[in-house]
């Protein structure tokens, strides 16, 4: 079983930086591919990020240039790096792993940026 823990959010006020993380417990694989998503209030759930195995990277229009996502798979860790955080950026951010086409959550940090 794979079980997925999210830290690393907060408050923070536009143009500030954040950084998640994501530490998956039980047998992930370094092909698996792993990633962030994130849930506004009222909206559906969206990809922000994700990162394969052989570390390519794919992020949403809305965040390009702006998250890094990376990955250390020796520590089965997954992190999203934010810079210049809007405040459209506020949500609940869902850390996702994928391995062998099975889907694993994490329950979500809160992210609020504000003034």
């Known amino acids: 079983q794979v079980r997925l823990v999210e830290s690393g959010g907060g408050l923070v006020q536009p143009g500030g930086s954040l950084r998640l993380s994501c530490a998956a417990s039980?047998?992930?694989?370094?092909?698996?591919?792993m990633g962030w998503y994130r849930q506004a209030p009222g909206k559906q759930r969206e990809l922000v990020a994700t990162?394969?195995?052989?570390?390519?990277?794919n992020y949403a229009d809305s965040v390009k240039d702006r998250f890094t996502i990376s990955r250390d798979n020796a520590k089965n860790t997954v992190y999203l790096q934010m810079n210049s955080l809007k405040v459209e950026d506020t949500a609940v951010y869902y850390c996702?792993?994928?391995?062998?086409?099975?889907?694993?959550w994490g329950q979500g940090t809160q992210v609020t940026v504000s003034s």
């Open positions: 990162i394969t195995g052989g570390l390519r990277t």
């Open positions: 039980g047998s992930i694989g370094s092909t698996a591919s």
């Open positions: 996702n792993v994928v391995q062998w086409y099975i889907n694993y």
